[in-house]
């Protein structure tokens, strides 16, 4: 659906981009993460067509968005960082004017009507912009983003400036949409990303760092599971307890979690909680605490970022 091939941009002597190449297809919700200056926005605009690249390529359902910019164009809802909105214009008048600005080739009036439906604005229809809330200023510039009905959605930062419950409702919203729209959504909130993305791209220093599934990158996947344990007794015997229940793929001592009680991170290729009961349970030890463990997406990105993981 959409493939960036060896993208490069400088801004005078400064590298913005330094030939940065991934992939998205078709059905994917792409989390695209990064600090400041990473060069996130700049490749962002240079997908949506805003900025060009100084060398490499973009292609959008097979269009190249330089050589076939039009063609490339109808592929993308695009919502930006500020929401493109005429403030003066009430809310049904704004749409209209965006559908016609866009040559959009659908039954107008169905259209709209069935995009503020999705994006729940239908209340407000009549209302003047300027005099909505920043939720619904967010939810309308989502609705020019879908004229058209654009496989492709591009999202930068679609809930900077919500409030919590806000928050909420547009997180949900872009689940529903990922049912039948490619989504990239770039955010600086990390708990979103890992609420409503599968998949993720981390740029840093104009390179991609890191990309792949959520669930593989924080450790929470299918394949292996991983367990924290605090347990009372013996460090090195509950260490050899744990080493020896079939099925655990290894064992990580975490030192003294409290006085008496140690701390362990254990792998394992399936689910062993009841082993480590009935284990433990045999011995002098006694479990204080066992949980599902892992890296967030917050832990990802800051070891990234700090070069931990370079």
Do not use: W
């Not at 806000?166 to 997180?171: F, K, N």
């Not at 872009?174 to 729209?181: D, Q, T, Y």
């Not at 007794?233 to 744990?242: P, V």
């Not at 009935?278 to 030890?285: F, G, L, P, V």
Request: with cysteine.
């Amino acid at each position: 659906m959409i493939e960036v091939r060896n993208i490069t941009k400088r801004y005078g002597r400064h590298l913005a981009l330094d030939n940065v190449s991934f992939s998205v297809k078709k059905g994917d919700i792409i989390g695209f993460l990064g600090p400041n200056g990473a060069g996130k926005s700049t490749t962002m605009n240079i997908i949506t067509g805003y900025l060009s690249s100084d060398s490499g390529e973009v292609l959008i359902n097979g269009k190249s968005i330089l050589e076939q910019p039009k063609e490339a164009k109808k592929n993308i809802g695009y919502l930006p960082e500020i929401p493109p909105l005429y403030n003066d214009m009430t809310v049904r008048k704004y749409l209209e004017f965006m559908f016609r600005l866009k040559k959009v080739r659908l039954p107008m009036k169905q259209h709209l009507e069935e995009i503020c439906r999705k994006v729940q604005i239908e209340d407000v229809n009549n209302r003047i912009i300027k005099h909505l809330s920043k939720g619904y200023r967010q939810r309308i510039g989502l609705a020019q983003a879908l004229l058209g009905d654009p496989p492709v959605l591009i999202l930068d930062e679609p809930s900077v400036g919500l409030d919590p419950a806000q928050i909420i409702e547009i997180r949900h919203l872009i689940r529903e949409l990922g049912e039948s729209h490619t989504v990239i959504l770039s955010s600086h909130v990390l708990s979103e990303i890992q609420a409503v993305c599968d998949k993720i791209i981390i740029i840093n220093n104009g390179k991609i760092a890191v990309q792949g599934q959520m669930d593989m990158l924080t450790g929470t996947g299918k394949g292996t599971k991983m367990l924290r344990i605090v347990a009372e007794g013996r460090e090195q015997g509950i260490y050899a307890s744990l080493k020896n229940i079939d099925g655990v793929l290894n064992v990580t001592k975490k030192g003294e979690a409290e006085k008496g009680c140690f701390e362990f991170l254990v792998e394992s290729n399936k689910d062993i909680r009841r082993l480590i009961y009935r284990t433990i349970s045999k011995t002098d030890c006694n479990i204080m605490l066992l949980q599902p463990a892992g890296h967030s997406l917050e832990d990802l990105f800051l070891d990234i970022i700090s070069g931990k993981n370079s």
